[in-house]
């Protein structure tokens, strides 16, 4: 038998290549500040942690589906928070995180060998999602580049990551018409939708119903609690949308063990039925994202899009690794933009989450 690793499909694990920039970053002496990763640094809302110490004793096995005040509150937030309508405790399934969800989505929906699109510039496990079901990426922005193909699944990304931009209402609808006249299914990272940034350029999702005329067929939402409610440890993200595909892939994953882990379901209603904790997170990446986008303006960068999410997303017109270079010199870690596809080349990705401590000695640096 011809075994074929099936890590050998995949791309070299992109963060593997900053560990010279982040032992530069680290050798400055006021330490380094890390803002290559979005990963939350705040603690988490007092009552979250005593919903999950609650439920720590339970001993039995979680149910893959959720439990129904889990898929009550999951439907209810989604309409609280968003704006979706029509959504049902059956339309919605829990995930391990929204990672393990979007690498295994293409598997699990039963696409071998097709076409999946992907954002131009875009978070690396769309790729990987594709390369998994043994599936050929195409990066297409705009419905014209990817031609007569009909691909099996697309994913979009709005509010984006790492660019931050936000698709608006018509260029939504457009996508969504598009996708049911020929049959693909349409999957949108909307891991960020709850922070947007600019009045003019408010995040929607494709469940809302001035996007789908309160119409799903056809269409998932992923979702997380990791950035708004600080749950990254906690993989704690869930889908939306058809129900028949939401079936489809609770079935697969009932078989496959995939399951949230019952404390954390707990944890998850807490996260979702208090919508103070969520408000106040946001207002924490507001401030920190007003002193470090003047900070990047006063040294010379320009800020592309960086509507809404947790990045900004900047450039001074040279390859991204020497900008790497040039801000570990200065103690600061950062993500190259060529991480997310090669038209981010000349970009690199700031991350919000620092600690009000480590950004303010950021702006400091950048300032001097």
């Known amino acids: 038998m011809t075994r074929t690793p099936l890590g050998a499909a995949l791309p070299d694990f992109p ?3 900053l560990s010279e920039a982040k032992a530069k ?8 500040v890390d803002l290559s990763v979005g990963t939350p640094v705040d603690p988490v809302a007092p009552g979250i942690q005593l ?10 096995y979680p149910q893959t589906t959720g439990t129904p005040r889990l898929r009550e509150a ?18 919605v399934l829990p995930v391990i995180g929204t990672k393990e969800a979007i690498a295994w989505l293409p598997t699990l929906l039963g696409i071998r060998g097709g076409t999946v699109v992907i954002p131009e510039v875009a978070y690396p496990t ?12 195409l990066r297409a922005d705009s419905l014209l580049k990817i031609g007569p193909a009909t691909p099996d699944l697309m994913f979009i990304n709005s509010p984006s990551n790492p660019t931050g931009k936000v698709l608006g209402v018509e260029h939504l609808r457009k996508v969504v018409g598009w996708a049911r006249d020929r049959g693909v299914i349409l999957v949108s990272d909307e891991c ?10 408010e995040p929607v999702s494709i469940l809302d119903p001035r996007v789908c005329d309160g119409d799903h067929t056809g269409l998932i939402a992923i979702h997380s609690l990791s950035k708004s409610s600080n749950l990254a440890s906690y993989r704690a993200g869930y889908l939306a949308g058809d129900n028949a595909l939401i079936a489809e892939l609770l079935a697969v994953r009932k078989h496959a063990g995939l399951m949230v882990p019952g404390p954390i379901q707990a944890a998850m209603v807490a996260a979702l039925e208090d919508d103070d904790q969520e408000t106040a997170q946001k207002l924490r990446y507001a401030v920190r994202r007003a002193k470090l986008l003047a900070a990047l303006i006063g040294a010379g960068f320009t800020v592309d899009d960086s509507e809404a999410g947790l990045y900004l997303w900047a450039t001074r017109g040279e390859d991204g690794r020497a900008t790497v270079d040039w801000f570990a010199e200065r103690g600061i870690l950062v993500a190259p933009g060529d991480f997310y596809g090669p038209r981010g080349k000349e970009h690199i990705r700031m991350s919000l989450t620092g ?6 000695a950021a702006v400091a640096r950048l300032s001097a």
């Open 15 to 17: 963060w593997d290549t």
């Open 25 to 32: 970053a680290a050798a400055h002496p006021d330490g380094i």
């Open 51 to 60: 919903a999950l110490a609650e439920a720590a004793a339970a001993p039995g």
């Open 74 to 91: 999951i439907a209810d937030a989604l309409g609280r928070r968003h704006g979706m309508t029509g959504l049902t405790p059956g339309a």
């Open 126 to 137: 769309y790729e990987v999602g594709a390369l998994l079901a043994g599936c050929t990426p």
């Open 192 to 201: 960020y939708l709850g922070l947007g940034w600019e009045d003019d350029k």
């Open 355 to 360: 600690t009000d401590e480590r950004v303010d």
